[in-house]
């Protein structure tokens, strides 16, 4: 069965730092992109940052360029998030997700290519 495991999350104050994993286990696909999304309470899901494991490029949305850092460990075959400087604002539920047709899901307003979530961690950041 095709699933993606996550770690990570948590719970610090205003500028700390948190890390999230995520591995991806069963599939077949040649290629693809993987990542997170997160939706906060009362908020529409929102993409966060994505990467192609095999080549490196990368994404990230506006609200977190500069502070989060998407990495991939492929003899591990593992994604990593390093969320620096946490907000407030960054408190939500964060959801890895694979689009093996690439980032574009990631993009506002979003696309329908994720094929599977993983299960959400969540990262609640105190003032």
């Known amino acids: 069965e095709a699933q993606l495991v996550e770690s990570g999350g948590g719970s610090v104050q205003t500028g700390g730092s948190l890390r999230l994993s995520c591995t991806p286990s069963g599939f077949s696909y040649d290629a693809y992109a993987i990542g997170w999304f997160r939706q906060a309470p009362g908020k529409e899901r929102e993409g966060v940052a994505c990467?192609?494991?095999?080549?490196?490029?990368?994404w990230y949305s506006n609200s977190v360029k500069g502070r989060f850092t998407i990495s991939s460990d492929n003899t591990k075959n593992t994604v990593y998030l390093q969320m620096n400087d946490l907000a407030p604002e960054d408190t939500a539920v964060y959801y890895c997700a694979i689009d093996p047709w690439g980032m574009s899901s990631w993009y506002p307003p979003g696309g329908d290519g994720v094929t599977h979530w993983g299960k959400g961690t969540l990262v609640t950041v105190s003032s």
């Open positions: 990467i192609l494991p095999l080549n490196g490029p990368s």
